[in-house]
């Protein structure tokens, strides 16, 4: 059963790296930052504030999972919103046998606390990140696609903010476990990241059955 664990920063590729990873080795793929995405938005839904604890938990544990393919969890302000809820023990605790559920069988997940708090044994673990400017500007573009009206000064900001958020906070902060295969994506493309990848995970793997 092989897990791959990918942590990183927001908009770095992550995402993009592991659904290819998941239908190259056969796996289901989690992008685990729509867990958080869909309790901020039931909080935002129900008027209620994400930065108390109590009321983020009760959106987390009345999370079924059908909510996860609802376009409105990309937007800019749903994405704020979730790196509030993430701050919550309450909160990361009703969401984390979901992830390990989803682990069990073999799988690839995304975010930032795979490597380090839900699959901590997975077989190969990478930590993503890029320049923040590189990572506004691509999300920029992709907000722009969706049709958001929102500057780059905007989204540059809001990255920022929600960097800082998710790594300096008490609860699973983000960062690369030890054992963390580090891909700077800056100035890599898509398919040399994925390269990079296979490369390192095909490696990791004919170790572990030799
Ligand atoms: O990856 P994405 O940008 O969709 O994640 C949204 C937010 O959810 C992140 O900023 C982070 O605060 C939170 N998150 C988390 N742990 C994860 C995945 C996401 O705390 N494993």
Redesign the pocket.
């Known amino acids: 059963m092989t897990v791959i664990a990918i942590d990183g920063t ?1 908009a770095s590729g992550k995402g993009t790296l592991g659904k290819r990873l998941a239908a190259h080795y056969g796996l289901a793929y989690l ?4 867990l ?2 869909a309790v901020g938005y039931a909080v935002m839904q129900a008027g209620d504030d994400p930065e108390n604890a109590a009321h983020a938990a009760k959106a987390a544990k009345a999370l079924t999972g059908a909510e996860l393919d609802d376009p409105i969890l990309k937007s800019g302000e749903v ?1 704020v919103n ?2 509030k809820v ?1 701050v919550h023990t309450d909160v990361r605790q009703a969401l984390f046998q979901f992830q390990r559920d989803f682990a069990a069988k073999g799988a690839v997940l995304d ?4 490597g380090t708090v839900i699959c901590p044994d997975a077989d190969v673990k990478f930590y993503v990140d890029a320049k923040a400017e590189i990572r506004a500007q691509r999300r920029h573009k992709e907000l722009i696609s969706y049709g958001e009206d929102i500057t780059f000064e905007t989204v540059l900001s809001q990255l920022i903010e ?1 960097d800082h ?2 790594k300096t906070r008490e609860e ?1 902060p983000l960062k690369a476990a030890e054992d963390a295969h580090l891909i700077e994506t800056s100035v890599m493309g898509i398919d040399e990241v994925f390269d990079t990848a296979v490369r390192i995970t095909d490696a990791i793997l004919a170790l572990k059955t030799t």
């Open positions: 927001f992008d685990t930052g729509k958080y995405r994405a979730a790196s993430a975010g930032r606390d795979i929600r958020r998710d699973a």
